[in-house]
């Protein structure tokens, strides 16, 4: 009698654990480096709704104009220096019922606005508007 020592013939198929373990390393991978931040949101507490809204014709309207990104307003002609500390103050002491309206010329960064806003609000202006600071003007379109 012969020994038959052949192997039985095997099916060739593909082996999906090495497929699988690929697949978790790449999903490890760019889980852990990735980053998952949170929408980055300008909180601007400048519009906060007040008790008893004021008719916008009783209130004030003080134009402040940035001209450029020197940390300095212009204001009724006069430049006002971001640093000035006090001359904030007595601009808001003296307008403490006024809008503040930021008007922003070309070229003026947004960091500087949002600047001269928190300036303000640090000073105690009740209402500062910057909704159409960076309006295009005729010449600019």
């Known amino acids: 009698m012969s020994l038959n020592l052949s192997q039985p013939k095997r099916k060739n ?6 497929l699988i ?20 949101i300008i909180d601007t507490p400048l519009s ?3 008790d008893k809204p004021k008719d916008i014709a009783e209130q ?8 450029s990104n020197n940390n300095q307003v212009w204001f009724e002609g006069g430049a006002i220096y971001f640093a000035d500390q006090a001359r ?8 403490n019922n006024g809008v503040f309206m930021i008007k922003a010329e070309v070229g003026v960064t ?4 949002l600047h ?6 640090l000073h105690g202006a009740k209402s500062v508007s910057i909704a159409n600071a960076f309006a295009m003007t005729a010449e600019s379109k």
Request: net charge negative.
């Open 13 to 18: 198929a593909i082996s999906l654990t090495p």
């Open 21 to 40: 373990d690929v697949v978790f390393i790449l999903l490890l991978f760019f889980m852990l480096t990735s980053s998952f931040v949170p929408w980055r």
């Open 48 to 50: 906060v709704a007040t």
């Open 60 to 67: 004030e309207n003080l134009i402040l104009t940035l001209k």
């Open 88 to 95: 904030f103050e007595q601009l808001v002491m003296d307008h």
């Open 110 to 113: 947004l960091q500087t606005l």
């Open 116 to 121: 001269l806003a928190d300036q303000l609000k």
